[in-house]
């Protein structure tokens, strides 16, 4: 009986391991897409809650940041976007991975490009027609001139006028040229080539210059301003020390220019490097198939800083290169000397005016053959500049225009710097002339027929 027991005990026990065992795969399979139709309602409900879950949880996390949450820490991403927008996000002190606290100073480090958050670049279009190259024979053309980087404006050149007269400086070092040139940086971080000299006219013609420039239109001249060194003042009082180190002396004016970060050093055009230098437009013809919008423009403002050196003779600059080639036959090809090029932009920065309209002019004698070859190679013009040069010669009034633009803009510099004197003025007209004779020599050589 005992042996009967065990055998019936066994065989309910295989019965209950084989349903045990066909529930488990029952469920298995169920999961894995087949018998769907036996599926447990218990996996299935359990299955709805999870999804409901993880919808509901999906839903307050997104609702709570955007409606709840204050927006600048909900978006950190936007904010990083109009903090470089703000600090000009295509500016190369973005690029450079410098501070924040830098690089969204009151001033953008490159001031002609912080209104765009699109590179400069991405905005010229192309040019490729001949008619679209050259308008009335001898200037530049329409699509060449939309495609200009935009430069300085007069609105940021009054801006900067304001501001370096009210803010105080908090440090003063080396740079910015020789001798006691300084670069200073004020309170929030901008920063500012001052240009200081014993005597002043290298300080009349670097401000003059600029006046010039501004008369002319030529917006590659980096905001400059006036100021007096006086230790007591708010302006330098937290610098006295270093004031002192640079032998600075007071009651001195100086010139205070936007300081531009990052440039790039800027290379006479091939064009104008050998003996038979020249750019007139049949040269502008004949690479145009080569030529790329940046290189156009390039060459566009090329035009302008003939005629500004010219104007002042500047000897500072190209006429430095043209010079030292009977030492160093591959000087022309070397970097121009005190001018540099904006990496995004193309803009060129024509800086270190302080030789012309007054220390250039006495030693004409010595290097106006230079400044006559530079003049001579060019026949394309801006269309702008020589409507000015033609205006100044009919007018002859340069020097009451620039004496205005000087009572206007630092009245309370008359009794520590001179006005330009006369013979500067007389020069500077001589000088307007010669433009204006090779600007209409052009236009009787090269007539829209001819070219056609």
């Given at each position: 009986m005992c042996e009967q027991q065990l055998v019936v005990d066994d065989v309910s026990n295989n019965r209950r391991r084989n349903k045990a065992h066909q529930l488990v795969m029952l469920t298995s399979w169920g999961s894995s897409g087949q018998f769907a139709g036996r599926t447990s309602p218990y996996r299935t409900l359990c299955l709805?809650?999870?999804?409901?879950?993880f919808i509901l949880g999906l839903v307050v996390g997104v609702t709570i940041p955007l409606y709840v949450l204050?927006?600048?820490?909900?978006r950190p991403s936007a904010l990083r976007h109009n903090v470089a927008l703000n600090a000009s996000s295509v500016s190369p002190t973005r690029l450079r991975g410098t501070n924040d606290t830098e690089a969204a100073t009151h001033f953008p480090s490159v001031a002609f490009v912080a209104s765009s958050a699109v590179p400069v670049a991405v905005l010229r279009p192309a040019v490729h027609d001949t008619e679209d190259l050259i308008e009335g024979g001898v200037y530049w053309g329409r699509r060449v001139e939309d495609a200009m980087p935009v430069g300085f404006e007069e609105s940021q050149a009054e801006a900067w006028r304001r501001y370096a007269r009210k803010t105080p400086v908090v440090k003063v070092e080396e740079g910015c040229g020789r001798m006691q040139n300084r670069l200073v940086t004020f309170e929030d971080g901008t920063r500012s080539c001052c240009r200081y000299r014993q005597n002043t006219d290298q300080i009349q013609g670097e401000l003059f210059s600029f006046y010039l420039g501004r008369l002319l239109g030529l917006r590659n001249l980096a905001p400059s301003s006036l100021a007096l060194v006086r230790l007591r003042d708010p302006l330098w009082s937290r610098v006295r020390p270093q004031l002192s180190l640079a032998q600075w002396s007071e009651e001195r004016a100086v010139v205070l220019t936007r300081f531009v970060p990052y440039l790039e050093p800027a290379h006479i055009p091939p064009s104008l490097r050998t003996a038979a230098r020249r750019l007139h437009p049949p040269d502008v013809m004949l690479s145009k198939e080569e030529a790329t919008p940046g290189m156009l423009t390039e060459l566009a403002q090329w035009s302008d800083l003939i005629l500004f050196d010219y104007l002042t003779a500047n000897l500072d600059r190209v006429v430095n290169n043209l010079y030292n080639l009977q030492w160093n036959?591959?000087?022309m090809d070397a970097?121009?000397?005190?001018?540099a090029r904006e990496p995004n932009s193309g803009l060129l920065i024509f800086f270190d005016n302080e030789s012309g309209l007054l220390h250039g002019y006495r030693l004409l004698g010595k290097y106006e053959a230079y400044h006559g070859a530079l003049l001579q190679s060019l026949c394309v013009f801006r269309r702008s500049t020589a409507d000015v040069i033609k205006r100044l010669h009919r007018n002859r009034d340069v020097g009451t225009l620039l004496q205005e633009r000087f009572d206007a803009s630092d009245p309370e510099f008359r009794d520590f710097l001179p006005s330009l004197p006369d013979k500067s003025i007389k020069i500077l007209n001589e000088?307007?002339?010669?433009v204006y004779e090779q600007i209409t020599h052009c236009e009787r050589q090269y007539s829209a027929r001819k070219l056609a």
């Open positions: 709805l809650t999870a999804g409901l879950a204050p927006r600048g820490l909900a036959p591959a000087m970097p121009a000397h005190n001018l000088r307007i002339d010669r």
